[in-house]
């Protein structure tokens, strides 16, 4: 195939992603300069299209962003009033006490949000301060220089043809340069997996965790709506199948979240996440508070769960990894936007040390030594026992140790547990389907339970079905051949859009299908298939989901 001629555009800094993180770069960078030229591109069809949080928002990055956020109208409108923990049985609940946990694990002074909204907010913000931001916008290539360093990337290609030829409409995008790139894709971002390859970012790391989130907003009775509400449970329904636990938020105007995460490092390969989630909402704590109400929107997103010893090298020749793709999640607190908002300052203060010096195409070792040693870092530590301790104990030896070990770091700064390892990968953590139990999962009832397809369509998704798969499987044969037999293919089950499936024809051969139209970029499949052998990769710009206020 003949390389592909584009225009090119010179910046000072190119940011992929108008999440918090990107978002918080590119303000900081103008407030620094305001002669910097700074870029953000979003692959979403708008900005906050595809951001998936919980959320309780700690402030403290917005008050060290822009410490006048209040009077500038953020949309953190639903201060925390009540924390409740509950661990759940089947039909039943205790409620652990709130005196017992450590500082860091209350919620007062932090915020319910739709992250979405606080990022349309910080885009708004960004482009008073003269940061361009291009929504609609995929990076579906990085831009190397001659010394091998990151010079830019590839933004806005459309109209190819599904094997990838350029169609009648084809339009080859642009090469966006710039002295620095600075990813902000999310978790599993399809260009930092790239760098991390590429410049072996992981080696001397520990492999990165994820879970599954799962969301929806409802409408509830007033009467059952405790405004500034917040509840997070533990147990059922997943017991020893899994790690995980439940979010129960009550924003405004009678609207609450209620949201899943599965930890991906669960073995018994039947697991079903998405039926979890729904199968959850019918314990009766869940179940009466949703009575009468309406579901009006659905989405999922994997979150990073490996903390303090995951994170892997953040800089690279020509850039910085910020946020959740360098997974920068706090998981006993369920809160990563706050660090990813730090991250975005930190590396654009490295960024404009480094451009006012004359530089441009280094590693920013001024981020990787804030990083490690400042609030993010102070923030990660507490805790970086929590997650290794829930995946070998389980959930009630975890409660005491984690607890125990996060006092004795908040209290001493130090822990005698050390640095705990994770070890395998969550792919690598996936048994073989002989060795366990299928699960029995209820029919959704189409009240407060859902099947994936109906809940999709409340995710506005769409992508333009004419274009190359982005769903590429690097040995088509692997699903049926491998996966099949030996996994009973769990990509049938991991996925919460109802992507793959394997199709059964009487007097055929099984066949794996892929119905990349209903992907909301999750990139559970790129985390959790047991061979490693699928690879997501960013479709056409403006394709995937629309949340609205997720």
């Not at 104990?393 to 908040?410: E, F, K, Q, R």
């Amino acid at each position: 195939m003949a390389e592909t001629e584009r225009e090119s555009m010179e910046y000072d800094v190119v940011i992929v992603g108008a999440g918090p993180a990107g978002l918080s770069a590119a303000i900081r960078l103008k407030q620094l300069d305001s002669d910097l030229d700074v870029v953000v591109l979003e692959k979403g069809s708008e900005v906050g299209a595809h951001i998936l949080s919980g959320a309780v928002l700690d402030p403290c990055g917005l008050d060290a962003l822009i410490p006048d956020w209040k009077e500038k109208g953020a949309p953190l409108n639903v201060p925390v009033k009540k924390d409740n923990f509950y661990v759940l049985g089947e039909s039943g609940h205790v409620r652990i006490p709130n005196w017992p946990m450590p500082p860091l694990m209350n919620n007062h002074g932090n915020y319910i949000v739709s992250m979405g909204n606080v990022c349309r907010w910080m885009a708004t913000q960004a482009e008073e301060l003269g940061v361009e931001v291009f929504p609609g916008m995929a990076c579906s290539e990085l831009v190397y220089g001659e010394g091998g360093e990151v010079k830019g990337v590839v933004a806005g290609e459309f109209g190819r043809n599904p094997d990838g030829t350029p169609g009648p409409n084809y339009e080859p995008g642009m090469e966006l340069h710039g002295k620095y790139v600075l990813l902000g894709e999310g978790v599993r971002g399809s260009l930092s997996k790239q760098v991390m390859a590429k410049y072996d970012l992981s080696n001397g790391h520990e492999p990165q965790k994820f879970g599954l989130g799962m969301k929806e907003i409802w409408e509830v009775d007033p009467e059952k709506h405790r405004e500034g509400t917040v509840t997070h449970t533990m147990g059922w329904p997943l017991g020893r199948n899994a790690g995980g636990g439940s979010f129960i938020y009550h924003l405004e105007n009678n609207q609450v979240y209620v949201g899943f995460v599965v930890h991906l490092n669960y073995e018994n390969p039947h697991l079903h996440p998405y039926m979890e989630f729904q199968r959850f909402k019918h314990h009766p704590v869940v179940a009466e508070l949703l009575k009468g109400g309406k579901r009006v929107a659905y989405g999922a997103r994997a979150i990073s769960e490996g903390g303090w010893q995951s994170i892997p090298k953040v800089v690279f020749p020509g850039g910085a990894l910020l946020g959740c793709s360098a997974g920068l999640v706090n998981v006993p607190r369920i809160k990563g936007n706050h660090n990813a908002m730090l991250s975005g300052k930190a590396a654009a203060e490295a960024a404009f040390a480094a451009i006012r010096d004359g530089r441009r195409g280094d590693a920013l070792t001024a981020y990787e030594d804030d990083l490690r040693s400042g609030p993010v870092a102070r923030d990660l530590k507490r805790v970086r026992n929590v997650k290794p301790l829930w995946s070998k104990y389980g959930l009630t030896a975890s409660l005491a140790l984690g607890g125990l070990d996060m006092w004795v770091n908040t209290l001493f700064g130090g822990s005698i547990l050390g640095t705990l390892k994770h070890g395998k990968t969550d792919a690598e953590a996936t048994g073989e389907a002989s060795k366990f139990a299928a699960i029995d999962y209820p029919r959704p009832d189409g009240k407060l339970s859902f099947d994936r397809l109906t809940n999709v369509s409340f995710s506005m998704t769409n992508h333009e079905e004419s274009q190359p798969c982005h769903l590429h499987l690097k040995d088509p044969s692997i699903p049926i051949s491998v996966n099949l037999p030996k996994y009973d293919e769990p990509a049938q089950r991991y996925c919460p859009a109802g992507v793959y499936e394997v199709a059964r024809e009487e007097g055929k051969e099984p066949r794996f299908v892929i119905n990349f139209q209903n992907c909301v970029h999750c990139k559970t499949c790129d985390i959790k298939d047991p061979s490693q052998n699928i690879d997501w990769a960013t479709p056409q710009g403006g394709d995937g989901p629309n949340y609205p206020n997720m």
